[in-house]
């Protein structure tokens, strides 16, 4: 456990700081209706990056960085004169011409380029895993900047962005202020996208501040709450990357998902008060208890259908008892299944103790030679390949069983949730 903090903290405490500066800015993007904002200046930030790339520069280099903060700055030009075509089309339709051409754009350029897939998947998922205490103190300094850039005029960029037509009636310059509100917005996202990838920038972008604007119409109070709920999610997403071995970025934007419907289904019990309350939980028990037997029925006519398919609820309910399976089988069949299984487990063991050695090798700073690469990367393809082998033979043995279950579970397991389906319904 306490490598894992080690190992997690300096990803931990950037995700902090992100979660701190876009949940604000994130609800200005909800209230202003531009959701995808973000999407098209990180893709624009990326088109830049991209640009840097194909000429030569360091992903990471400050040349890098300085295209794509030039891009994006250029796209805020665009967003901030979006609002006055918003007469003949919507700006929403704008951002997303923006986004779509940028990564066409990117696309074309990384076509032919040697590690061009690596370059896109970099854009998009990042990096935050491998963040440094350099990066942390650079990205907090910035942020902490642009934080002051914004109290200081917060007044004229929540008028601007809640009630633009009364800062216009003050005479207020919609043009410069929205321009330097893109601006700062493009800033935070370069230098975001280049850490944490573009998705999971969308994802600290809106998440946090949909959770907030559900809860609460005071801003103070969907901060608090979108600051809470971004780093109870960056937590678990980095804590499931670690267990299971997982991608960092993607599992987080998973982890961001997960905590948006869990607010969502929450609501209704945690705001509302005597009757309501009481209906809300009864109408939640309702739909939780047909949607089990919606699934239980579906997944009784997908055994009895096809049992050589893959079967979630059965495997879920065998994982938990494995007797639920071993009844449907034969003892060679227990016994061949058992052993396939365990050196399954002892493959996968030395698998993830070889990957553990490689990520903690570039943790500690420790480079690994070419030679040593090869050889590791060997080595979990020969283990990838064993595992195969393994887990065919308990697929084929599962498979048996399932062919013996399709009418013992799956046609009763239809008829009976159907059944309780049709009473529940009354």
């Known amino acids: 456990m306490s490598d894992a903090i080690q190992f997690l903290t300096v990803a931990f405490l950037v995700a902090i700081v992100l979660t701190g500066i876009h949940a604000y800015l994130g609800i200005h993007v909800l209230s202003r209706n531009v959701v995808f904002v973000d999407l098209a200046l ?19 280099s400050a040349a890098a960085y300085g295209y794509a903060l030039a891009f994006t700055l250029a796209g805020a030009v665009l967003l901030s004169l979006s609002r006055h075509w918003s007469g003949r089309i919507t700006q929403e339709a704008v951002i997303g011409v923006i986004y779509v051409v940028s990564a066409a754009a990117a696309f074309l350029l990384i076509d032919k380029a040697p590690q061009g897939a690596e370059h896109i998947k970099q854009l998009l998922v990042g990096s935050i895993l491998t963040a440094t205490v350099d990066d942390l103190i650079r990205l907090a300094a910035l942020y902490a900047v642009i934080a002051a850039f914004h109290w200081l005029f917060r007044k ?31 800033v935070v996202v370069t230098s975001s996208v280049a850490i944490a990838g573009v998705l999971l920038v969308f994802s600290f972008l809106i998440i946090p501040a949909a959770i907030g604007m559900i809860y609460s119409d005071r ?61 809300a939980m009864r109408q939640a028990r309702h739909l ?12 009784g006519a997908w055994l009895a259908l096809n049992p050589r398919a893959d079967q979630p609820l059965l495997e879920a309910l065998e994982a938990a008892q494995p007797a ?68 065919f033979v308990q697929r084929e043995i599962r498979n048996r069983a399932r062919e013996r279950q399709r009418w013992a579970i799956g046609v009763p397991l239809l008829l009976i949730s159907l059944g309780l389906l049709l009473v529940t319904l009354k």
């Open 156 to 186: 004229r960029f929540l008028l601007l962005t809640l009630d633009p037509a009364r800062a216009k009636a003050q005479g207020l310059n919609v043009s410069w202020w929205d321009f330097l509100f893109y601006a700062s917005f493009g």
């Open 219 to 279: 801003i103070a109070r969907k901060l608090y709450i979108g600051w809470t709920a971004g780093v109870l999610a960056s937590a678990a997403g980095l804590g499931a990357s670690y267990a299971w071995d997982l991608p960092t970025g993607a599992t987080m934007v998973c982890a961001f998902g997960v905590m948006l419907a869990l607010a969502g289904l929450a609501r209704p019990l945690l705001t509302a008060r005597g009757a309501e309350r009481r209906g």
């Open 288 to 299: 939780l208890i047909n949607g089990i037997l919606i699934s239980s029925a579906l997944s």
């Open 42 to 60: 990180a893709q624009i930030s990326a088109l830049g990056a991209t640009v840097a790339f194909m000429l030569g520069h360091l992903p990471q």
């Open 324 to 391: 639920i399976r071993d009844y449907f089988l034969s003892p060679t069949e227990r016994d061949i299944y058992a052993s396939a299984a365990n050196v399954e487990s002892k493959i996968g063991g030395e698998s993830s103790r070889i990957g553990q050695l490689e990520r903690e090798s570039r943790w500690q700073g420790s480079e690994l030679t070419d030679d040593e690469v090869r050889r590791l990367a060997s080595y979990v393809q020969s283990f990838q390949e064993m595992q195969k082998g393994e887990q």
